[in-house]
Antibody, heavy 113, light 113 residues
Framework: QVQLVQSGAEVKKPGASVRVSCKAS????????INWVRQAPGQGPEWMGW????????NYAQKFQGRVTMTRDTSISTAYMELSRLRSDDMAVYYC??????WGQGTLVTVSS | DIVLTQTPLSLSVTPGQPASISCKSS???????????LFWYLQKAGQSPQLLIY???NRFFGVPDRFSGSGSGTDFTLKISRVEAEDVGVYYC??????????FGQGTKVEIK
């Protein structure tokens, strides 16, 4: 069965960067886009962008352009999302999503001085 | 960006009774490929969103048949024929016809009376 397992919770200081990983199993990794979605406390989901694991091509939401980088390592079926210059309002749970149907368990990123 | 407007924002339902949530889009979600890019998710407390309905009307794997999606163009409805205690949570509609970005409705909180 399709599974997406994300890395553990992170605590970062303002201005730092965070990298979240998403290891896929149960399907052909290169066959489906990986989307990244975040959800701030008490808020709805917010789409950040996607990566095509086959080509490495990416498409980022304008809001995150210049701060987000999505990459992948096909040899280990893992996608990564790095967000730089963290601010307090970046505190959220970050999810990877295969297509639209399969979500990782989420990674809580706390930004605090 | 496409705006999705959900109503109502909260719903209190007696077990065994039906429930209905509306999602209206600021633009048509019917693609030239014939598919409608409207999805429904349920997010239970402390969990990742789970896909219920894809392409407007199709139940995802393992979703009980008490859930159904209807609608076309800009107006969509999620119906629960007989609400059960396990159906509590926040329901979101989401569109992916226009990229970037995916956008989500505000969410509808469903609780049991």
């Amino acid at each position: 069965q399709v599974q997406l397992v994300q890395s553990g919770a992170e605590v970062k200081k303002p201005g730092a960067s965070v990298r979240v990983s998403c290891k896929a199993s149960g399907y052909t990794f290169s066959g489906y886009y990986i989307n990244w979605v975040r959800q701030a406390p008490g808020q709805g989901p917010e789409w950040m962008g996607w990566i095509d694991p086959n080509s490495g091509g990416t498409n980022y939401a304008q809001k995150f352009q210049g701060r987000v980088t999505m990459t992948r390592d096909t040899s280990i079926s893992t996608a990564y999302m790095e967000l730089s210059r963290l601010r307090s309002d970046d505190m959220a749970v970050y999810y990877c999503v295969c297509g639209t149907g399969y979500w990782g368990q989420g990674t809580l990123v706390t930004v605090s001085s | 960006d496409i705006v999705l407007t959900q109503t109502p924002l909260s719903l209190s339902v007696t077990p065994g009774q039906p429930a209905s949530i509306s999602c209206k889009s600021s633009q048509s979600l019917l693609h030239t490929d014939g598919k409608t890019y409207l999805f429904w998710y349920l997010q239970k407390a402390g969990q990742s969103p789970q896909l219920l309905i894809y392409e407007g009307t199709n139940r995802f794997f393992g979703v009980p048949d008490r859930f159904s999606g209807s609608g076309s163009g800009t107006d969509f409805t999620l119906k629960i024929s007989r609400v059960e205690a396990e159906d509590v949570g926040v329901y979101y509609c989401m569109q992916s016809i226009q990229l970037p970005p995916w956008t989500f409705g505000q969410g509808t909180k469903v609780e049991i009376k």
